[in-house]
């Protein structure tokens, strides 16, 4: 059997969701399949990073037709580690969605949850603008349905939202795609940075504006200003798991931008080189102020962690912004960690939810649940770490984008506005511990007549928690482990750097693991 792990990375959901379809009345059977399935992906994408950060980028011509012609996978660093974030968060999500029978609130949970693996993995993997659409709309379709799953009344109303914002952002993606295949023959991104850095002054506006169409569907996918207001109640209004999983959505789009943006409109894109930036860096700061506002202004724990990712997401755009030779370590070094803990604030949240029968999560004080002293510990242990405070490794995850931004033009408005955001999330999250676990109505009011409704007996399942310890232990390793960490990151981004040898090996080498292959980039030139 063919090992690649390039091309398994994408059968391997893709397969599992079909053998589950066929199971769709043995819940028993669709568990373990799905679940060995997300294990099995972990080892197969900690076997792809492991190749990649030994090797030059690798590709896999699919149907044995070279680039720009056939559709190419391409595996380097970058794709590499946001595999085994995935394949890390699935395997995480969909244990405590198993444990906790969420799995069994509607039908199709685990085909759509594979499905949408399947979606992320091909956006990652992919090599041309074309089927990254095509991987676009499986993981939103997916993710339609995962929103949806339970069919509770605020589900269905955040799903519609989601729904029509992501629909026009697709319209936009194939005009833009439309044009530059009109403009440039190709769809290819390696051949798209060729032909875009000896761009003709004649097509150079129409290009650019097809740049900035792929900017808007990307800043809708990542939740960047104005595009952001879908995010805070989807992620609020689905189910744990499905909202834990949730926390890679968004950093497709920023994946997106750093791919596409990065490498057709890069250095070597003449007159159009940086034609993202200047946009990024403002609308970062702007979002990232708006995220840290919402979060004073949210009603619910989970409103608070849904702009808690969109503050995260705004700290990552506003690295790629600065675009600095050391922000890019700095930046994936805060995505591993921003990912994870947000993550694991969602699916506590769901713990937290069923402590307080008559409250839920809501901000309003209740009587003291179950194990209130340990779920608020591990609520301060996350609180820490997704504000940015010493010494857990948000710290050093926003330091070092900050350190990376020192000789930036507008310095001190990047640091006025993180430092000022930050202040505002360290208040909001204050105050979320203090009403949810510090606030608490003394048991004995239980006898006021007027309080007896809410004196209904808690119940915690806790049944998948092992989960919440898994993703948020990966925020103690970022800490213990910081320096071989930031070393990964390093590299990735000095392969990243070298834009011309992602060219030449996708345009000019045999596909990955496939030694016989007989047609090649130069013999059709």
Known sequence: MNLNPVIWSLLLPLLSAIVLLLLSQRIKWQRSISLFASSSLVLITFYAMGFALSSTPQTYALGNWPAPFGIILVLDQLSGLLLVITALLSLAA????????????????????????????????????????VFFEVLLLASY?????????????????YVVINLLASSLFLFAVGTLYGILGTLNMADLAQKIAHLPADNQPIVAAAGLLLLVVFAV??????????????????TAPVAALFAIMTKVGVYAIIRVHGMLFGENAGALAGLHLPWLLWLGLITLLLAAFGTLAATTLRQTIAYLVLASVATLLIAI???????????????IHSTFIAAGLFLLADY????????????IADFAMPRNTLIGGVYL?????????????????????????????????????????????????????????????????????????QCLPPHINPQGCGAIVGLLSIGILLTLFAQPIYQI?????????????????????????????TLYWEDIK
Request: proline share 5%.
């Open 94 to 133: 969909l244990w405590c969605a198993v444990r906790q029978n969420t799995d069994q609130q509607g039908v199709h949970f685990h085909v759509l949850w594979q499905l949408q693996i399947f979606g992320l993995n091909g956006a990652f993997l992919t090599g041309d603008l074309f089927n990254l659409f």
């Open 321 to 335: 912004g600065i675009n600095q030779t050391q922000t890019l370590p700095a930046l994936l070094f805060y995505l």
């Open 145 to 161: 349905g995962l929103l949806l799953h339970g069919g509770r009344r605020q589900n269905t109303k955040a799903g519609l939202h």
């Open 381 to 453: 242990f996350a609180a820490i770490a997704i504000s940015g405070m010493p010494p857990l490794s948000g710290f050093f995850g926003k330091l070092l984008i900050l350190q990376s931004s020192i000789q930036h033009p507008y310095f001190w408005w990047i640091l006025a506005t993180i430092l000022l955001s930050n202040l505002l999330i360290i208040i909001a999250l204050v105050r979320v511990g203090s009403v949810l676990f510090y606030q608490t109505l003394p048991r004995e009011r239980c006898h006021d007549s007027a309080l007896q409704t």
């Open 352 to 363: 937290v939810r069923q402590g307080r029968p008559q409250h839920a999560d809501r901000l």
């Open 221 to 238: 996918k990542s939740a960047l200003f104005p595009l952001y207001l879908w995010l805070p109640k989807a992620y609020a209004n689905t």
């Open 489 to 517: 990151t390093e590299s990735i981004s000095a392969q990243w750097q070298q834009v011309t040898l992602y060219q030449q090996q996708v345009l000019t080498t045999a596909p990955f693991d496939n030694p016989n292959k």
